[in-house]
T-cell receptor, first 111, second 110 residues
Framework: DADVTQTPRNRITKTGKRIMLECSQT?????MYWYRQDPGLGLQLIYYSFDVKDINKGEISDGYSVSRQAQAKFSLSLESAIPNQTALYFC??????????FGSGTRLTVV | AQRVTQPEKLLSVFKGAPVELKCNYSYSGSPELFWYVQYSRQRLQLLLR??SRESIKGFTADLNKGETSFHLKKPFAQEEDSAMYYCARSTNNAGNMLTFGGGTRLMVKP
């Protein structure tokens, strides 16, 4: 069973639409993250949360928002999707020592 | 800004050849360094971290503070080593968040 589960795995959406990507974890970690992966750019941090009531912007938060509904759930929303948000999105959790566990990723295409 | 640089986007070697994937980091305090690997159609997973000084799947990495490098090495590459490799460093804040490099795709040819 996956420790970190992302849904959906793939999504195609139209420009201007609102979309939510969901992430749940069974690791019991307090810390959760959303990254996007683009070829040649590696992983860029969008938002992170160290606790249920803690939300922090990452490097590229513009155009995104998040919600930490519970310790185990951290969702990412694109309020009005645009084509340059087409990417592979990863959710991750970590312990206090920095060891990350990643989800399988959500491939998002905005047309 | 804390940066991680992986100068090679693609590294292609033949099976049995030595492999070195380069990683340089910006100097700031005493970071922890990591290597993550992403095999085709799989999630990223931790390969090794410098603090544990382990050898995983034949890979090793030595932290060189003088050169601010953490290159990943394997003496004899195998075809199953073909994957994306990401170097990462902790950000030195209380959260120990990671900053990732741009990644290197390793292709091991038969």
């Amino acid at each position: 069973d996956a420790d970190v589960t992302q849904t959906p795995r793939n999504r195609i959406t139209k420009t201007g639409k609102r979309i939510m990507l969901e992430c749940s974890q069974t690791k019991g970690h307090d810390r959760m993250y959303w990254y996007r992966q683009d070829p040649g750019l590696g992983l860029q941090l969008i938002y992170y949360s160290f606790d249920v009531k803690d939300i922090n912007k990452g490097e590229i938060s513009d155009g995104y928002s998040v919600s930490r509904q519970a310790q185990a759930k951290f969702s990412l929303s694109l309020e009005s999707a645009i084509p340059n948000q087409t990417a592979l999105y990863f959710c991750a959790t970590s312990d206090h020592l920095g060891g990350y566990t990643f989800g399988s990723g959500t491939r998002l295409t905005v047309v | 800004a804390q940066r991680v640089t992986q100068p090679e986007k693609l590294l292609s070697v033949f099976k049995g050849a030595p492999v070195e994937l380069k990683c340089n980091y910006s100097y700031s305090g005493s970071p922890e360094l990591f290597w993550y690997v992403q095999y085709s159609r799989q999630r990223l997973q931790l390969l090794l971290r410098h603090i544990s000084r382990e050898s995983i799947k034949g890979f090793t990495a030595d932290l060189n503070k003088g050169e601010t490098s953490f290159h990943l090495k394997k003496p004899f590459a195998q075809e199953e080593d073909s994957a994306m490799y990401y170097c990462a460093r902790s950000t030195n804040n209380a959260g120990n968040m990671l900053t990732f490099g741009g990644g290197t795709r390793l292709m091991v040819k038969p």
